[in-house]
């Protein structure tokens, strides 16, 4: 598969479920090459991962629904719960301000350097599990949930919750994209 078609298989899985069609070692596996691999600026290495498998991805997301208090639709949280797992997203703010100590010139440009690269992080892993035939999607509960995140995972005061990414087996495909005239997008200069 090349680099394009793999994005291409790369969307948004709400119908997922546990059964995963590669042992839970290989996706493992998958998300440490992956976080090794996805460069940053500066090499900071300020992206962390927890990945949330087994009875600790039910607990994440009945703790998602309890701090909502109800507000969030059970039925929208069991879509998540669903899944094999969930891998949460975190940037170090310790090292982002090591490194703004450091090179006080970029100062200001840290925390957005360290959110372009967990994004790219996010990407990347979301494209390597649809390589394993494996579907997930991209939530955003943060800030709402980080002190419960924090306490359920034991996860130091430094690392900065940004998103979420339930993901399992693919009990359904998602609908076609609907293509775009991607000159509204794309400028090219020459």
Known sequence: M???????????????????PVPEDEVIRTIEEVTELV?????????????????????????????????????????????????????DTATVRGLQEKFPRYAENFPLWANHANAMLQFTIWTALRELGIGASLQHYNPVIDAAVRELFDVPED?????EMPFGGIVEEPGAKEKEDIRNRVKISR
């Not at 394009?4 to 119908?15: D, N, Q």
């Not at 600026?41 to 991805?57: D, E, I």
């Not at 879509?79 to 997203?89: C, H, I, N, P």
């Open 2 to 20: 090349t680099i394009l078609e793999s994005i291409a298989k790369r969307r948004t899985y709400y119908a997922i479920r546990k059964e995963i």
């Open 39 to 91: 460069p940053d600026a500066f090499n900071m290495k300020s992206a962390r991962v927890v990945v949330a498998l087994g009875s600790r991805q039910d607990q994440l997301w009945d703790t998602i629904y309890d701090v909502f208090g109800g507000k969030v639709p059970r039925d929208k949280i069991d879509s998540f719960k669903a899944g094999a797992g969930t891998v949460l997203y975190f940037y």
């Open 159 to 163: 690392w900065k919750l940004v998103a």
